[in-house]
C-alpha cells in the first residue's frame, strides 16, 4: 500500500473518479447551457442537444454537473418552474424489451420511490386528467398497495390479483400501452410542479460499439417518436405537458456515426425519417467542450482536486508537492486533456510517494512517464 502521508493525504487525490469539485474553463459552455435550457424548457417543446467532446474531455462530468445545477436550480432563475433532470447511461438500455419501456423505467428508477411519492401527493388533484392505468397506479403509491405500484413503475413482477388492486390489465412492458403511459408520464411531472425534464444521456460512443445495428435504430426510432409525439400537438395541449430536453454525450466521431445509422435507417424506409431528426438540432445547441488551454487552468484542476483529499494543516503554497514547472509539462504531454492530466498526475505522484520525493518537478514526471512507456506512445501518436 502506497503512502501519501508525507503530502497530507490519506489516498492519491488522483486516483479515482470524484464530481465533488468544481469544473475548470467551461465558463463558455456553461453560459451557452443556460441560453438552451432558458429557450427550450422556457415554453413547451421537446428537443435535442449534444454535448461534444472526445475521450477523456469531461462530458460524463459536465453532465453531472448538469444534473447537480437543475436540481439546485438557483442557476436557472429564469425558468417558470423547477426542471426535473436525470442522468441515464445509454450503455444500460435492455434491448431484450421495448426501448420506451426500458427507458420508462430507468427513469422512474433514477427519480426514486420517495420522490415520485412526494411528487403523486403534490400533483394528486390532477391525476384525473390521466388515462386510467398510470394515474390509478400513481395514486396507490401513498397506500397499503404502495410496493405493488412501485414495482409495476419499475417493471417488476406484480401478481395478477395485486394489479386488479391497482386498477391496471397491462404492464409497462406491453408495446401497444407503453407510449401513452410515457406521455401521460410528461403530464404527470407537470402537474406535480415541474415545468421540464431533461434526460442526460451519457456513454453514446461506447453503446454504439457494443450494439447491433438493429438496436442502435430501435433506439432512434424511439426518440423519433417522442419528438413527433410532443411536436405534433397544437401549443394549447403542449402547455399540459413537461417539457423535454433530451442531451446527449458524443464525441464528433460517434455522433457522425449515429447519423450514419439514422441516414441508413432513412434509406430503408422511404421518406424524411430520423436523419432530418437529428439534423434538426441547431447548431447553437450544441456544446462543445475543449482542452485545458493555460497554465492556470491545469494548476486549478490539481490545486482543487488535492484541497479536496488534504488532511490536517494546508500547505503555504497549495500546490505542492508540484512545483511549477510541471504544469506546463503536463499541459504539452496530455494535449490539455483533464482526464490525461489527472491521470498522468495519479501516476507521478504515486512514484514520488514510492520513492519518498518530496516536491515534483517536470523532470520528476518525464522521468516517471518515459519508465512507463507513456512519452514513446505520445511521439508515436504525433508521428515522430
Known sequence: MVDYSMYGFEENPFARE????????REEEWARLKVIAEEYLRSPSCTFTVVFGDYGFGKSFFLYKMEEAFTRNHEFAALPAPVLALRLKITEAQFREPYISDLFKRIVRRIGRERLLKMAKKGSTGLHELEPGLATVLAELPTDNGDSAWNWLVGRKVLTSD?????????????????????????????????GIVLLLDELEYMLSIASEKQVK???????????????MSQEERSK????????????????????????????????????????????????????????QVRDLLVDRMQFYRKGTTPTDPLWPFK???????????????????????????ESALSHTRSISASTAEKVLRNYNILIELKQTAGE
Open 163 to 195: 394489479m386488479r388492486k391497482l386498477g391496471v390489465s397491462f404492464k409497462v412492458d406491453d408495446y401497444g400501452e407503453i407510449h401513452t403511459v410515457f406521455s401521460d408520464f410528461l403530464r404527470f411531472i407537470r402537474i406535480s410542479g415541474y415545468c
Open 241 to 296: 405537458f413537461a417539457s423535454v430536453l433530451l442531451v446527449f454525450a458524443s464525441s464528433p466521431d460517434a455522433w457522425q456515426k449515429f447519423l450514419e445509422f439514422a441516414e441508413k435507417a432513412r434509406d430503408e424506409r422511404g421518406g424524411g425519417g430520423t436523419e432530418t431528426f437529428l439534423r434538426r438540432i441547431a447548431r447553437d445547441a450544441m456544446i462543445t467542450l475543449s482542452p485545458l488551454r493555460s497554465k492556470k
Open 18 to 25: 470524484i464530481h465533488n469539485v468544481k469544473m475548470i474553463d
Open 324 to 350: 511549477d514547472d510541471y504544469l506546463d509539462f503536463v499541459r504539452r504531454v496530455s494535449w490539455g486533456i483533464p482526464s490525461k492530466i489527472i491521470n498522468y498526475s495519479a501516476l507521478t505522484l504515486r
Open 218 to 232: 430501435t433506439l432512434l426510432h424511439e426518440y423519433q417518436r417522442i419528438w413527433d409525439s410532443f411536436n405534433e
